[in-house]
Structure formats: C-alpha cells, structure tokens
C-alpha cells in the first residue's frame, strides 16, 4: 500500500479536517447584548489575524460575501483560516452560543460565549504531535499547546481591553465552563481582578 499524505489542515473543503472535537478559547462576555457581541467579535478576528471569514458548510460559499459583524455570526458560524505563531496555519471557526432556558413555559435569557475552535482534526494535519489528543494520555501536547496557549492569552488581553467579560477558558471542549469547575492546571482561565485589569491562570499539566 502506498503513503497516502495527510490533508492540508486549511483545507476546509476536506471532511477529517473538521473531525475530533475543538481546542477552545471560550469569552463569557455576559446577558445577551448585540452590540457588544459584534465589538467582541471584531476584537477578537483582529487579535487572531484571522483570514477572510467563510462557511464551509455551504456549497457555494465563494459566491456569498460573508462579514466578520455580531449578525453574521448569530446566523450561523463563520470559518477562517488561523496563523498559530510557532505553530503554523490551520482551520478555524468562530462560535456564539447564547444560553438560554424555560422555566414554567418561559424563556430565560442567560450568557453569551464566544468561542474561537481550532478543530483537532486540522490541527492533526498541521502536526503529527497533535496525535490522539486528549484521549491518549502518553501523547506529548505541550510542544504544540503551548504556542496556542500562548496565542490565546493574547487574543483574551486584546478582548478584553475592547469588552471587559466575566471570565475565559480555554482547551478541549471548554465552552461554557465556569471558574468553580476549572480542574487548575489542565485549563487555562482568564478572570477580572478588582483593578480592572485580566489575571491569566495559565496551564500547568499538558
């Protein structure tokens, strides 16, 4: 059988691209406020350096104008393409999620997040230490987590100066996790301190 080379993790048109579940960087920005979502969410394009937002779910999404703008993503989520320093290129995708619940047939409003998942799938074809993450426990990840840690607290700080939120996580499936279920050291956490500035609580065990 011969080498069958891996996808290019950009490649948002190949399907194992989009498998494996998502690295996070997961913003509690608070109730639901549009305005302040779209601000957050053009901060937070901008940090990253993302490309030209798209969908590629759609079929034909060269041919439909997509807008990094809070309407663009409440309709549905928008991908780009993310340039990792010290890491390289990969997929990504920018998500809301408004929570919301029903008590006695009523709706209750409750926070947005906004998650920016780089998906392992990619992140697998962009580097082969990525490998089983996070479900083989001998897999070394700190050689590529960290640089997206690292990347992460920077896009969390430029947030933050633009939208002060309640808090940030981020790692494997992090979206909407709360700081009292933070296992210290195996996420990181970003939260306020009483001066108004943002204190990062950094991964420790990779």
Same mark, same amino acid.
């Given at each position: 059988?011969? %080498? ?17 579940? %998502? %690295?996070?960087?997961?913003?509690? @920005?608070? /109730? ?5 979502l ?28 997509? =807008? ?6 409440l ?15 990969? @997929? ?13 047939g &009523?709706?209750?409003?409750g ?11 990619? @992140?697998?074809n ?10 083989? /426990?001998?897999?070394?990840s ?31 499936? &992090?979206?909407?996790?709360?700081p009292?279920? &933070? ?5 990181? @956490?970003? =939260? ?13 065990n990779?």
């Open positions: 059988m011969g %080498y069958i080379s891996a996808a290019s993790p950009t490649d948002a048109l190949h399907g194992d691209n989009w498998h494996g579940g %998502y %690295y996070e960087l997961s913003i509690k @920005l608070g /109730d639901h406020d549009d305005g302040r779209d601000v957050a969410l053009n901060s937070l394009w901008e940090a990253a350096g993302l490309s030209r937002p798209f969908r590629h779910r759609e079929a034909e999404r060269g041919r439909e104008e997509t =807008r990094v703008s809070g309407a663009s993503l309709a549905g989520h928008l991908d780009a393409i993310a340039t990792i320093p010290g890491l390289g290129a990969t @997929l990504c995708t920018v998500i809301v999620v408004r929570e919301e619940s029903f008590e006695s &009523v709706s209750q409003y926070a947005d997040w906004l998650d920016l998942c780089l998906p392992l799938g990619a @992140l697998g962009l580097d082969q230490r990525v490998g089983a993450y996070p479900f083989d /426990d001998t897999a070394p700190r050689s590529w987590r960290e640089p997206i840690e690292r990347w992460f607290a920077a896009i969390g700080q430029a947030v933050f100066r633009s939208v002060p939120f309640l808090h940030a996580v981020t790692g494997f499936e &992090v979206s909407g996790v709360e009292s279920e &933070v296992n210290s050291g195996w996420v990181g @956490l970003f =939260r306020p301190t009483h001066q108004g500035a943002l204190a990062i609580d950094p991964v420790s990779w």
